[in-house]
């Protein structure tokens, strides 16, 4: 299978909501990825080097062998969720397997198509009657299974992509070449350094059984001064429109309204509404933030517009209505902390109130309307090095909201983890292992040395909800916490 293919798809996995909050098990996808090539040779001592690079000491291949199956359930929860519809499915064999011929299983990880994995049910056999009945079931089961095996040939739908040069390539399930395009001013580094995955899409907008591409391109002459631009292909690579977003603002103060696309989603198509495209972006480099929804024809519908950069977006339908909410989260450069915002797409017009700090104030937007506006509280380690704390994606599953909040922006996985439920109940907060190895170590000397305490921890409780909740704070209904020290 084509290598370009199979790491968009990994790209895609380790930006995944189910991947969110789980930073070893994307550490342990990534070194799996990087040895794809020499896994039948990879030692679990190798693993341990990359996975504990501090604990190898006191790690075995029992504590791998842990890891793997972690890391195979959070791909199968992938799977069954966000990434039903991937082209290539990811799958980690069983190493104490054998095969048909004896031999043991040396593979770490697997990559095949997923609609490869996906073969015709067998038929029943027909029980003793005529010949003629026994016939007609067999002619059927020979159509079907040539007209499948047609429809695999001849698959012209893409389903991924991935980058040459300065080339996109359009890929089917098979990982067969169906287009590419070229782009004289290339790919910016920065913007791709993890992958194609977030910043491609593959469906049907229009609703007429075909698949569009919505490419989020961002070029590598000059990236810094260019915004991102959102295209539209067509399943056979004909361009249909181009979308920029953003726009002049007072509020930039004559700097060029230049943009870049931090997260892109379709808000699924309802009895009442058709695919809505849902685009988030931030200015570069002052602080405005606009998600836009836009419509098939790459035609502006409205606007929200945010004080502060929202740098991740998902959609979800958390009350159970049928309808899906917009959930972005980044910062609030108006109370320097990390936020989060829920916005019912239907009401996407305005901008966020900024009280605290009017200098911040977007203007001749009118008032937003979000369903809810949340801000998280900073711990001192961050006050002391920090400008703000930083919100990450939100993770949606079975009635719960999960979100993890950076508190130390030069480490990704130093974490302060929530869980909501659907009406944004605080059910549980708890500080990661992370935050605490780098708590302690930032607090073991000098006047302000102190271990991080219960007390602490408790005050991770308080967010704070400036619309949609009946007072100041979230309402808490905490479960039992672990104990710190």
Not at 229 to 258: A, F, H, M, Q, V
Request: net charge neutral.
């Amino acid at each position: 299978m084509d290598h370009g293919a199979i790491s968009g798809q990994i790209d895609r996995i380790l930006r995944s909501r189910s991947f969110a909050s789980k930073s070893q098990l994307r550490k342990l996808l990534e070194i799996l990825h990087k040895n794809f090539d020499s896994q039948t040779t990879l030692k679990p001592e190798e693993v341990i080097r990359e996975l504990w690079p501090v604990e190898t000491r006191t790690k075995t291949s029992g504590d791998v062998a842990t890891e793997m199956n972690r890391l195979r359930r959070t791909l199968d929860s992938y799977y069954k969720e966000e990434g039903q519809s991937d082209a290539i499915l990811i799958s980690l064999p069983n190493r104490a397997a054998f095969s048909p011929g004896g031999t043991q299983e040396k593979r770490w990880i697997v990559a095949a198509p997923q609609a490869g994995n996906q073969k015709l049910a067998t038929l029943p056999r027909p029980a003793p009657r005529s010949r003629l009945k026994i016939l007609a079931a067999t002619t059927a089961a020979l159509v079907l299974g040539a007209l499948a095996a047609r429809m695999l040939a001849g698959d012209r739908q893409p389903r991924a992509g991935r980058m040459d040069g300065s080339t996109l390539t359009i890929v089917n399930a098979e990982g067969k070449t169906l287009w590419s395009k070229s782009y004289s001013d290339g790919f910016s580094h920065r913007y791709y350094e993890q992958g194609i995955g977030s910043h491609i899409w593959f469906g049907d907008l229009e609703g007429k059984g075909h698949l569009n591409v919505l490419f989020l391109y961002h070029p590598g002459v000059s990236p810094e001064s260019r915004s991102t631009t959102l295209i539209c292909y067509s399943d056979r690579g004909e361009e249909k429109w181009r979308w920029t977003p953003g726009r002049d603002l007072p509020e930039l103060n004559g700097s060029p309204p230049t943009y870049q696309t931090e997260a892109l989603r379709v808000l699924k198509a309802t009895g009442r509404r058709p695919p809505r495209i849902v685009v988030s972006s931030v200015n570069v480099p002052w602080y405005p933030s606009q998600i836009a929804l836009v419509d098939s024809n790459g035609k502006t519908v409205s606007e929200y517009w945010h004080s502060g950069h929202l740098d991740t977006m998902v959609l979800a339908d958390l009350d159970g209505d049928g309808r899906e909410e917009i959930v972005a989260s980044g910062i609030s450069n108006g109370y320097r902390q990390a936020t989060l915002i829920v916005l019912d797409p239907d009401r996407v017009f305005g901008a966020s109130t900024e009280a605290a700090r009017p200098e911040l104030q977007i203007h001749g937007m009118g008032a937003a309307e979000e369903k809810y506006r949340l801000l998280f509280p900073r711990s001192d380690m961050n006050l002391a090095v920090s400008a703000y704390n930083i919100g990450g994606e939100a993770t949606i599953e079975h009635g719960r909201i999960r979100f993890a909040v950076r508190e130390c922006l030069q480490l990704y996985g130093c974490l302060i983890l929530y869980e909501f439920d659907k009406d944004f109940r605080l059910l549980s907060v708890e500080a990661g292992d992370q935050f605490r190895e780098a708590h302690a170590e930032f607090y073991r000397t000098g006047k302000d040395a102190h271990a991080f305490s219960a007390a602490e921890e408790a005050r991770f409780r308080k967010v704070r909800c400036l619309t949609g909740c009946p007072s100041e704070f979230v309402a808490t209904e905490m479960r039992g916490q672990r104990n710190s020290p």
